[in-house]
């Protein structure tokens, strides 16, 4: 096979392999059976894919010794390059799908919290007061990389925009990833300033990215 082809063949290769990575990254976490540690490790190889499309093309246009595979092979690594963000926006969509999903599963859980404070005039000190009178069991959020859901009340739910209590799933990585995914009583996530950007609305829920 002449080093043409064989760039060619490894590089669609390694292309499509890359861009289903990508997807997985952030698609991975949010499945009923996912892993935020795969996740993470998809993140990695995703991340030294791209590095190497970036590098890859001024070789193949510059150095002499590899200019003659430029044809095919700055393609290749543009594609590369390309495939990852492609899958990631795949990805990314049908994370927020997930979420959204979630903001309507998480009903029964907040509706059992509202509860207990309207009969016992306070929010409940732990999720595991509302069992068995209120829910059957401490729901998990149905998510494989994030599956539990963490309950605040006292002073550290007032950290955030001085709620009563509060619920998160901290949706973190790969990286330096740290978003949450938060449901305040007041619903008032405009009042809650905090890191990378705006909360985005999800229901009666709130997405924060960082």
């Known amino acids: 096979m002449q080093p043409k082809t064989?760039?060619?063949?490894?590089?669609?290769?390694?292309?499509?392999?890359?861009?289903?990575?990508?997807?997985?990254?952030?698609y991975w976490p949010v499945h009923p059976h996912g892993s935020k540690t795969i996740a993470d490790a998809l993140g990695l190889f995703?991340?030294?894919?791209?590095?190497a499309g970036l590098v890859l093309i001024p070789i193949y246009l510059f150095v002499p010794k590899y200019r003659y595979l430029a044809v095919v092979g700055v393609p290749v690594a543009l594609l590369l390059v390309a495939g990852?963000?492609?899958?990631?926006?795949?990805?990314?969509?049908?994370?927020?799908?997930?979420?959204?999903?979630?903001?309507?599963?998480?009903?029964?859980?907040?509706?059992?919290?509202?509860?207990?404070?309207?009969?016992?005039?306070?929010?409940?000190?732990?999720?595991?007061?509302?069992v068995p009178k209120y829910l059957p069991a401490v729901p998990s959020t149905g998510m494989g990389g994030y599956p539990e859901y963490e309950?605040?009340?006292?002073?550290?739910a007032e950290e955030y925009a001085g709620n009563p209590w509060a619920l998160l799933v901290r949706a973190w990585g790969p990286g330096i990833n740290f978003d949450e995914f938060m449901y305040f009583p007041k619903q008032n996530y405009r009042e809650y300033l905090y890191g990378g950007g705006p909360i985005e609305r999800i229901g009666d829920w709130g997405y924060l990215p960082e």
């Not at 499509?16 to 952030?26: G, K, P």
């Not at 995703?46 to 590095?51: E, H, K, Q, R, V």
């Not at 309950?151 to 550290?156: A, C, E, I, P, T």
């Open 6 to 26: 064989r760039l060619l063949v490894f590089g669609l290769l390694f292309s499509a392999a890359n861009s289903f990575a990508s997807f997985l990254t952030f």
């Open 151 to 156: 309950y605040l009340v006292g002073s550290r």
């Open 84 to 130: 990852s963000f492609l899958g990631g926006k795949i990805g990314i969509i049908l994370r927020m799908d997930a979420f959204e999903q979630l903001a309507a599963r998480s009903s029964p859980l907040v509706a059992a919290i509202d509860q207990f404070v309207v009969d016992q005039g306070r929010p409940p000190n732990d999720l595991t007061e509302l």
């Open 46 to 51: 995703g991340a030294f894919a791209i590095l």
